[in-house]
C-alpha cells in the first residue's frame, strides 16, 4: 500500500508570495492533518479535513488555509509569505477524523524556504 | 504548563543498553498516546501507540501509560546505533469544544546510541 504523498517537496518564495501545498492520503484513508515544523516551535497542529470538512484548526493566522477534495486528497494554502513561515509542512493521513484511537502517518514533507 | 512535554536531551546510551524516554501531558481527558521516530531530515515515523494503562510491547520498544500519573514512557531494548533519532511524544487532546481533538506533540528528546 502507497503512503502520504507531498507535492513539491522543495519550495523557495519571497516574501509576499503564495503557495500552494499538496498531500495525498494512504488509500482508504479520510482525514488529512497538516502540521508545521521549524526548530523553534517543534511540530504544530495547523487543521484536519475529514469528508471535505475542516473539522479542527490551530492557532494560526487565516492566511493559512485548506481544503479537501471528494477524493480525500488536500491542498493547503499559504497566502502573503513571510520570512517565519520558512519550516517543514508536514500533512499525515488517518483513517478516521480526530486523534483518539485513530492512528497517523505523516507524508515525507514539503521544505518551504521564504526569502 | 505546556500540554506536553519530555525529558530534556539529549540522552546518550551505549549500544546494547535500555534507553528510556519520558513524557507528560496536562490534559487528564487524553485518551491516545503516541511515540514517532524522526531521523535528520525525514518526516516523523509512528513506532508505538498506546490507549490503556499499563505496558505495550513491540519488538524491542515498550510504551508504558500512567493515566493517574499522566505519565507515557518508551523503553527501547538493545539500542542500536541505528535509534539514533529524535523521539517524539505525541497526545491526543481535547480542543475546545469540538468533540475531534488534536494531536499535540513534545519537543522531542534526541537519543544518540553509540558504539
Known amino acids: 500500500k502507497a503512503g502520504v504523498t507531498q507535492t513539491p517537496r522543495y519550495l523557495i518564495k519571497t516574501r509576499g508570495q503564495q503557495v500552494t501545498l499538496s498531500c495525498s492520503p494512504i488509500s482508504g484513508h479520510r482525514s488529512v492533518s497538516w502540521y508545521q515544523q521549524t526548530p523553534g516551535q517543534g511540530l504544530q497542529f495547523l487543521f484536519e479535513?475529514?469528508?471535505?470538512?475542516?473539522?479542527n484548526k490551530g492557532n494560526f493566522p487565516g492566511r493559512f488555509s485548506g481544503r479537501q477534495f471528494s477524493n480525500s486528497r488536500s491542498e493547503m494554502n499559504v497566502s502573503t509569505l513571510e520570512l517565519g513561515d520558512s519550516a517543514l509542512y508536514l500533512c499525515?493521513?488517518?483513517?478516521?477524523?480526530?486523534?483518539?484511537?485513530?492512528?497517523?502517518?505523516f507524508g515525507p514533507g514539503t521544505r518551504l524556504t521564504v526569502l | 504548563q505546556k500540554e506536553v512535554e519530555q525529558n530534556s536531551g539529549p540522552l546518550s546510551v551505549p549500544e546494547g543498553a535500555i534507553a528510556s524516554l519520558n513524557c507528560t501531558y496536562s490534559d487528564r481527558g487524553s485518551q491516545s498516546f503516541f511515540w514517532y521516530r524522526q531521523y535528520s531530515g525525514k518526516s516523523p515515523e509512528l513506532i508505538m501507540f498506546?490507549?490503556?494503562?499499563g505496558d505495550k510491547e513491540d519488538g524491542r520498544f515498550t510504551a508504558q501509560l500512567n493515566k493517574a500519573s499522566q505519565y507515557v514512557s518508551l523503553l527501547i531494548r538493545d539500542s542500536q546505533p541505528s535509534d539514533s533519532a529524535t523521539y517524539l511524544c505525541?497526545?491526543?487532546?481535547?480542543?475546545?469544544?469540538?468533540?475531534?481533538?488534536?494531536?499535540?506533540f513534545g519537543q522531542g528528546t534526541i537519543l544518540t546510541v553509540h558504539p
Open positions: 499525515a493521513s488517518s483513517l478516521d477524523a480526530g486523534p483518539f484511537h485513530n492512528e497517523q502517518f
Open positions: 498506546i490507549y490503556s494503562n
Open positions: 479535513y475529514f469528508s471535505e470538512t475542516q473539522r
Open positions: 505525541a497526545v491526543g487532546v481535547r480542543a475546545g469544544g469540538t468533540s475531534y481533538g488534536k494531536l499535540t
